[in-house]
C-alpha cells in the first residue's frame, strides 16, 4: 500500500470553534496547505475532524483516527493537542510502526498550574522514534509555557528524538505563518532522511 498521510489538528477553546467565521480545526491555519502539497506529491492526505476538540476525549479522538489506514509508511503530523495526541496513541500501541511523525508545537496537556488533562493520563514511550521513519518535533521559542513545558518532557523522555527549534513563530498558527505554508514542515516529511538528531 502506497504511503498516506494522517494531520490531527489540535484543540481550539469552545469559542473559536462555534464561531461561524472561523474555518473548522481540520480546514485552518497550515493544515489546507499542507495536505494539497502532499496530494500533488501522490500521497493522499486526511485532515480528520476530531469531535469536540475543545473539550477532546481520547477514545472519541482514537475512534476517529482509526478510521484511516496505519502501515508502515503512513505519515503522521500532529499540531498541539493533535501533537500530543499522536505521541500518545503511539506511546499506548507499542506494536504497531508508522513512517515519519511530526510533531509541531506539541502540547501534553502540561498546565502552568501543575494539573493536566485526562486526555494525558498516559507514560510516554522512550523508545517511539524505533518505530518510526523519523521522529521530529518543531517548536517555537516564544510559545506559551504549557507547549515549552510539554516539549521539554519530550526532549527529556524520547530517545533519539530530533528537535528543531524556529525563532519568532509562536504557536504555528496562522497569526505566525500569514501566508498559511509551512514548507520547513513539508521539507521534514518529504526529505530522504531526518536531520541530525
Not at 85 to 114: C, T
Amino acid at each position: 500500500m502506497p504511503a498516506n498521510a494522517i494531520i490531527i489538528h489540535g484543540s481550539p477553546d469552545r469559542e473559536e470553534y462555534y464561531d461561524p467565521n472561523v474555518p473548522s480545526p481540520s480546514n485552518f491555519h497550515w493544515f489546507p496547505w499542507l495536505a494539497k502539497q502532499l496530494i500533488v506529491r501522490d500521497i493522499p492526505a486526511h485532515t480528520p475532524e476530531m469531535p469536540r476538540p475543545y473539550d477532546p476525549d481520547y477514545a472519541d479522538w482514537c475512534r476517529e483516527f482509526e478510521r484511516y489506514d496505519l502501515t508502515d509508511e503512513t505519515i503522521l503530523v500532529g499540531h498541539s493537542c493533535g501533537g500530543g495526541f499522536l505521541a500518545r496513541y503511539l506511546s499506548d500501541h507499542p506494536d504497531l510502526r508508522v513512517g515519519r511523525v511530526v510533531l509541531v508545537a506539541p502540547w501534553l496537556g502540561i498546565r502552568l498550574s501543575g494539573e493536566t488533562l485526562d486526555f494525558f493520563d498516559f507514560v510516554l514511550d522512550p523508545d517511539l522514534p524505533k518505530r518510526t521513519d523519523g521522529f521530529i518535533v518543531f517548536g517555537s521559542d516564544n510559545d506559551d509555557g504549557g507547549v515549552l513545558a510539554s516539549i521539554r518532557l519530550l526532549r527529556d523522555t524520547v530517545k533519539e528524538l530530533d528537535y528543531r527549534e524556529f525563532p519568532g513563530k509562536g504557536h504555528f498558527v496562522l497569526s505566525d505563518l500569514p501566508d498559511g505554508t509551512f514548507p520547513e514542515l513539508l521539507d521534514a516529511l518529504t526529505a530522504d532522511g531526518s536531520q541530525g538528531r
